[in-house]
């Protein structure tokens, strides 16, 4: 049974909302059927747009794809540095929202997940997550330890090496992701979160508490 068509957006959306509506329309396509099943004429038909117009705003499949990450990549950016670039909080509460940002439902929910570990899993499209990624999260882990260092001299804490601590952030939170992708009868933003600040508890017991409430349940 064909799939039933979208109703088409207003024709006098502009260009910018154009290729918004087949960006994301790019990412449901993905979430369900991967980067392979992924067609040009699959992401019309999910954005109710003609095949002559994702022709008309991307040259190719490709070049799509591409805009897509750099999308979800932007958004997740502008997430976590707006609070953390805030110059009347304190270290901590940058880093806290940090990981906040790292679990907002806007960012870290199963349909968006699924599109970036498609591209992570898919060797002859892990160069494109690479390129697009590697500043983001270069930038972010270059946040977080110069973050940790200020708190390593606030709280006089021994033997806390804040590039150490970055570096582990990171690992959390992509397990983290994956584990909400993969088993969501067990693992959620909220518990993720709570085990991130566990271990920032460990690693600086009087900045951080245990089982913090979600902020986005």
């Known amino acids: 049974m064909p799939l039933k068509q979208k109703k088409n957006p207003p024709r006098t959306a502009s260009p910018e909302e154009r290729r918004r509506q087949l960006i994301e329309a790019t990412v449901t396509s993905i979430s369900k059927h991967g980067i392979s099943g992924t067609t040009l004429a699959r992401v019309t038909q999910e954005a109710g747009l003609s095949i002559g117009l994702v022709n008309f705003h991307f040259e190719s499949k490709e070049a799509l794809l591409k805009a897509t990450l750099q999308h979800l990549a932007d958004e997740h950016r502008r997430l976590w540095i707006k609070e953390s670039s805030r110059p009347d909080i304190d270290a901590a509460a940058k880093l806290r929202a940090i990981v906040d940002a790292q679990f907002h439902p806007k960012v870290c929910n199963r349909r968006k997940l699924a599109v970036w570990f498609a591209f992570f899993g898919e060797s002859e499209h892990r160069r494109n997550y690479r390129n697009v ?21 606030e709280g006089g804490y021994v033997g806390v090496a804040p590039h150490q601590v970055s570096q582990m952030l990171e690992g959390l939170f992509d397990g983290l992701w994956l584990n909400i992708l ?5 693992f959620n933003r909220r518990n993720a979160r709570d085990q991130v600040a566990s271990y920032l508890h460990f690693c600086f017991p009087r900045h951080f508490q245990t089982g913090d409430s979600d902020p986005h349940p």
């Open 133 to 153: 990624s590697r500043a983001v999260d270069e930038e972010r882990q270059s946040v977080t330890a110069h973050l940790c260092a200020s708190i390593v001299i």
């Open 182 to 186: 993969m088993y969501p009868e067990r």
